[in-house]
Structures are given as C-alpha cells and as structure tokens.
C-alpha cells in the first residue's frame, strides 16, 4: 500500500535554531500534502496544505514565516521550522493522498509515523 | 465550522471486553466520516470509514454506523484484544471534499488488559 515517510522521528534542538523535517511519498506521487501538528492529548491541527510547484496554503493562525513549507518535487515536501522556541516543541506529521480522490469525496490519506520536535 | 467531538479518554477494557466509543459531529452537508487509529511509534491509519447516512464502515471486527439523525459515528467492538491498544480518532471531510484534509476529534486512548 501507500507509504509516507517522514524524517526525522524525533529530533532535539536549542532555542534559536532552525529544523527541517522531510515527508516523503515512497511509492506514489502526491501534488498536495498537508502537514499537522499534535499537542499532548489533543487532536491534529492542519497547519498548511503543501502543493508542488507553488506557494503552501496555511490555516488561520499558522505564522508561514515561522513555518517554511516547499514542496519541490512530487514525492517530497519539507517543513522547516525557523528560530524555533520551545512553544515550537510539538508532534509533527505529514500526509497525502496517492491517487485520485474518488468523486464521492471521500479522502483516504495516508500519514506519516510524525516527527516529534523538542527545542530546549 | 466543522467540528468533531468524542469521548475523553483513557478507556482501559480487560480483553474480550464490548468497546463503544462514542463521537458526534458538527458540519453543513453530508461529510464523510472517517475512524483513525494511531499504534504506539505509529502514524494515522485508516481503520474504516462510511461516505452517506447509514452506512456502515467496518474493519479487524471494528464497526461505526453513520447516523445523520443523530449526527454520529459511535465506535464499536463486540470483543477487544490486547493488540487494540491504541488511540482511536474520529474524523469527518465535508463533501465536495476534493483534497480538503480532515477535521479530527481529540482522540481516545484505548487500553485493553489481558
């Protein structure tokens, strides 16, 4: 079945530094993928939605100069979180669509395992 | 908006045990409904989903029956296993969806004992 990878699983860093988390689509091409964020014993929070070859699409709230989104290529998009701050510290996850969306307009994504950010 | 609510947890059930997790929505139209479970280390994964009223999802045993009257989508299992262990998520896409992502609930820890 369809895959989404993301790296890295967990990552570490100091308060002021930016992180980069990668999602990959592994056996399928996605055009849109959508990035979440999860707090402790809540739900996801959609971020942005990433489509390849032009500019991301962020929810209300959502700083995009905090959040860089880019989409290069069809099987790849990143997440780079700038000057990070340890209200940055979260759950992170990925997801896309592999195919198309059937017109009943069910969605199935399929998600990546997350990436779970710490900024000391 | 669109909004998804479901029973706090953690649920914790001695196997073999009747599961019902409970989740109702809010959203204009006809949504699609959606069950989620997320494995320790794991990511989202699809457990079943239903499309219009009255549909019944089901998967690994696991069932929810779409019901607009009542505007929900209760989670049910006759008999739990330990390897159910897990966070269960209710979600809802609007129709004429496209690639709209999905409204979650908050989700809820199941536990099951043996």
């Known amino acids: 079945g369809a895959v989404v990878s993301q790296h890295p699983s967990w990552v570490i860093c100091k308060s002021g530094t930016s992180v980069k988390i990668e999602c990959r689509s592994l056996?399928?091409?996605?055009?849109?993928m959508f990035w979440y964020r999860q707090f402790p014993k809540q739900s996801l929070m959609l971020m942005a939605t990433s489509n390849e070859g032009s500019k991301a699409t962020y929810e209300q709230g959502v700083e995009k100069d905090k959040f860089l989104i880019n989409h290069a290529s069809l099987t790849l998009s990143t997440l780079t979180v700038t000057s990070a701050h340890p209200e940055d510290s979260s759950f992170y996850i990925c997801s896309a669509i592999p195919g198309l969306a059937p017109k009943s307009g069910a969605n199935v994504l399929t998600f990546g395992a997350g990436s779970r950010l710490t900024v000391l | 908006g669109d909004s998804v609510t479901q029973m706090e947890g953690p649920v914790t059930l001695s196997e073999e045990a009747c599961l019902t997790i409970?989740?109702?929505?809010?959203?204009?139209?006809?949504?699609?409904l959606f069950w989620y479970v997320q494995y320790p280390g794991e990511g989202l994964q699809l457990l079943l989903k239903?499309?219009?009223?009255?549909d019944k999802g089901s998967n690994k045993g696991f069932e929810a029956t779409y019901r607009k009257e009542t505007t929900s989508f209760h989670l049910e299992k006759g008999s739990v296993q330990v390897s159910d262990s897990a966070v269960y998520f209710c979600?809802?896409?609007?129709?004429?969806?496209?690639?709209?992502?999905?409204?979650f609930g908050k989700g809820t820890r199941l536990s099951v004992i043996a």
């Open positions: 239903a499309t219009k009223a009255d």
């Open positions: 409970n989740c109702t929505y809010t959203a204009t139209g006809y949504p699609s």
């Open positions: 979600a809802l896409s609007g129709q004429n969806s496209g690639n709209t992502p999905l409204v």
């Open positions: 056996d399928f091409q996605a055009t849109t």
